[in-house]
Nanobody
Framework: QVQLVESGGGLVQAGGSLRLSCAASGRTYNTITMSWYRQAPGKEREFVAALIWSGGGTRYADSVKGRFTISRDNAKNTMYLQMNSLKPEDTAIYYC?????????????WGQGTQVTVSS
């Protein structure tokens, strides 16, 4: 019903930058929030940043505040995560998430993930 495709991951040195993209398609018109999560090896998936789709409000994990910026392009139905001043501890698979109202329920949709590796 909603398809999410991430891109933009890669290998970067500490202090560098990357921009992740999440292209949404399908029944996206009832989107409540879109978010980024990440999962490092041996760790649980954790919240990174969220965007309230209707009002544009944002929220960030403390670990990325001031370094990461979440944004969107409505015309392209795409969400971005600009990551600056990257640290080795930012290494993880980054996943795009959308919370969408489907009929009378809220449903979580996930992308396939994109690998970000930060070398020291």
């Amino acid at each position: 019903q909603v398809q999410l495709v991430e891109s933009g991951g890669g290998l970067v040195q500490a202090g560098g930058s990357l921009r992740l993209s999440c292209a949404a398609s399908g029944r996206t018109y009832n989107t409540i929030t879109m978010s980024w999560y990440r999962q490092a090896p041996g760790k649980e998936r954790e919240f990174v940043a969220a965007l309230i789709w209707s009002g544009g409000g944002t929220r960030y994990a403390d670990s990325v505040k001031g370094r990461f910026t979440i944004s969107r392009d409505n015309a392209k139905n795409t969400m971005y995560l600009q990551m600056n001043s990257l640290k080795p501890e930012d290494t993880a698979i980054y996943y795009c998430n959308a919370v969408v109202v489907v009929e009378i329920r809220t449903v979580n949709f996930w992308g396939q993930g994109t690998q970000v590796t930060v070398s020291s």
